[in-house]
């Protein structure tokens, strides 16, 4: 891909899977922000977009960790959403109150050490206080009026257009992505300190974890899902 600055984050991740893990090294976003142009996005992170176009062509960027994407740009859009359900929500429902135990114990153990740790709560329990009735809304109003769209049925809503609930959903991407930000921030990019124990180092790396599968997840569905069902609603052909 011939990638210049005016290209769009979000297509440059759809072109290049691997580009994910060097976007976020740099905190550049590409899910809530992937609409955005490299040269914005790289402004937003405070990087030289220069050095960045410099390193997409000439880094050699690991795979290794980056989950292997198929190509969700034709496949049906149930078979999207079966995706996003299965793979990110069920996710986030079991791996939720694991963190939630472990940010318990470390707080219990670290908390007067590490005064910063509150705030980690803070930011932690308002992500799932946000994502719990998110998945419910997607699951129970969005997912289902696509899922009758893609099979030709018009069935009736409270919203008349699938515009409306995607701009929900999408403005609550925004909440979340702020979330991760500064609980990235706060954490150092999720370092351990050195006194850390392992249950510390634990939570932090599911932390980290959980963010990678977010960015994944609001990818799919910004960039992929949502244009594609606004497409369709519109009559043109995806």
């Given at each position: ?10 297509e ?8 994910m ?48 994407l ?20 069920d ?22 050490r ?17 994502l ?28 008349g ?46 932390l ?13 569905e ?13 009559g043109v052909?995806?």
């Amino acid at each position: 891909m011939n990638t210049e600055l005016d290209t769009k984050v979000g297509e440059l991740v759809m072109a290049r899977p691997e580009t994910m893990r060097y976007f976020e090294r740099l905190g550049i976003d590409y899910c809530c922000g992937g609409h955005r142009s490299l040269a914005e996005a790289c402004q937003l992170a405070h990087q030289d977009p220069e050095e960045v176009l410099k390193g997409l062509a000439t880094v050699e960027i690991p795979t290794a960790g980056v989950p292997s994407l198929r190509d969700w740009t034709h496949a049906p859009l149930g078979d999207l959403i079966q995706h996003i359900v299965v793979t990110h929500h069920d996710y986030l429902r079991e791996e939720m109150p694991r963190l939630e135990m472990l940010l318990e114990k470390v707080l219990r153990a670290h908390g007067e050490r590490h005064p910063e740790l509150e705030r980690v709560g803070q930011l932690y329990r308002a992500l799932v206080a946000d994502l719990m009735p998110h998945m419910m809304k997607e699951e129970q109003i969005l997912f289902p009026f696509i899922r009758q769209m893609e099979q030709g049925q018009t069935g009736s809503s409270c919203f008349g257009s699938v515009q409306s609930p995607i701009r929900v959903m999408e403005m609550e991407h925004e909440a979340v992505g702020a979330l991760l930000t500064e609980l990235r921030d706060l954490t150092g990019a999720y370092t351990t300190p050195a006194d850390g124990c392992a249950t510390f180092r634990a939570l932090y790396d599911g932390l980290e974890t959980m963010e990678r599968d977010l960015h994944l997840h609001i990818y799919l569905e910004n960039q992929i899902l949502h244009p594609r069902a606004t497409a369709m609603e519109a009559g043109v052909r995806v």
